[in-house]
């Protein structure tokens, strides 16, 4: 892989973490605008969609590219994402954006978890270990009985990492698919679903509102289809450490909206949890390149 494709890479994965951690910021903003959490959701996959197709039209094939014969896989992985979007933006909610952040952090732990228990992928005493410095990390973030991080946003903030690994062990059964058809399928999937509860919560708004609404939807049309070019340009372990970038955008979102810094143990939690999932990252490339020289025939 050339040098110049991982760069591109790269810079893909920290575009698509400004806009996903912009996206959270707007989620957060237009609720403290008075919109709910299933206005939010509707308008993030409604005006996500037209970006979507625009991006497929473009690409080669065009819309045909969106016929496909993984409908099961596309079905199964909305099915889980609608989930985890719930518990996504119900953390951007109930927390702080910095913590919310920080909680997303967790996903590689819950990736190991996900990939022993249900993939029965052999899970060595190592990665053990970075599970669970990882969640003494989660620990201190939290700190159970404080007052800074109520338990129930906490619950929900590690449910999204939870199911944010879902979907990436779903993902994988779809890799070959062009990113904009598991995404398009994805959107328009879930569209329908959303808009049932959204029907009992139609509220009016002034129109700067509504513009932070259909801004959450391009914003996080863009972020999704830049993180799943990124992980196709360049090896997942020189784009997973750009997502902790996240958590200085959620700082500086945080500060300027809000008026909220991060609590003086989130940053002794968030470089335990950071350096946990970099491990479990690292530890996984360096077993697939043993991998891949065992099976090498020789010269």
């Known amino acids: 892989m050339s040098g110049d ?6 810079a893909l994965r920290l575009l698509a973490i400004f806009f996903l951690s912009t996206m959270s910021a707007l989620v957060k903003w237009g609720e403290h ?8 959701m509707f308008w993030r996959q409604a005006c996500a969609l037209p970006v979507v197709l625009a991006f497929v039209m473009r690409g080669p094939g065009g819309l045909a590219s969106l016929r496909t014969t993984r409908f099961r896989g596309h079905l199964a992985r909305a099915m889980v994402g609608l989930v985890g979007m719930v518990f996504t933006f119900g953390a951007v909610i109930l927390l702080p954006l910095a913590e919310a952040t920080t909680f997303q952090f967790t996903v590689p732990i819950f990736a190991t978890i996900l990939g022993a228990t249900l993939l029965k992928e052999p899970t060595g005493i190592q990665r053990w270990a970075a599970v669970l410095v990882g969640f003494a990390g989660v620990l201190v973030v939290a700190q159970p009985g404080g007052a800074h991080i109520a338990p129930a946003g906490a619950a929900v903030g590690l449910l999204a990492a939870l199911f944010v690994a879902l979907v990436a062990v779903l993902l994988r059964q779809l890799r070959d698919e062009p990113a904009g058809t598991t995404v398009f399928w994805f959107t328009a999937l879930t569209l329908p679903l959303i808009a049932i509860p959204y029907a009992f919560h ?8 509504w513009a932070i609404l259909a801004a959450t939807g391009v914003v996080g049309a863009l972020g999704q289809l830049s993180l799943t070019a990124a992980s196709r340009l360049a090896p997942v372990t020189a784009v997973v450490p750009m997502d902790y970038s996240g958590l200085l955008w959620a700082t500086i979102y945080g500060w300027l909206l809000f008026g909220a810094l991060p609590a003086p143990m989130t940053w002794v939690g ?9 491990f479990i990252v690292w530890r996984e490339h360096r077993l697939g390149r043993q991998q891949t020289m065992t099976a090498a025939p020789d010269d």
Not at 33 to 40: D, V
């Open 33 to 40: 605008r008075g919109a709910t959490l299933f206005e939010g």
């Open 5 to 10: 494709r991982v760069l591109a890479g790269i």
């Open 270 to 278: 968030a470089p335990i949890i950071i350096a946990s999932g970099l």
């Open 202 to 209: 139609l509220k009016p708004h002034d129109a700067g509102t």
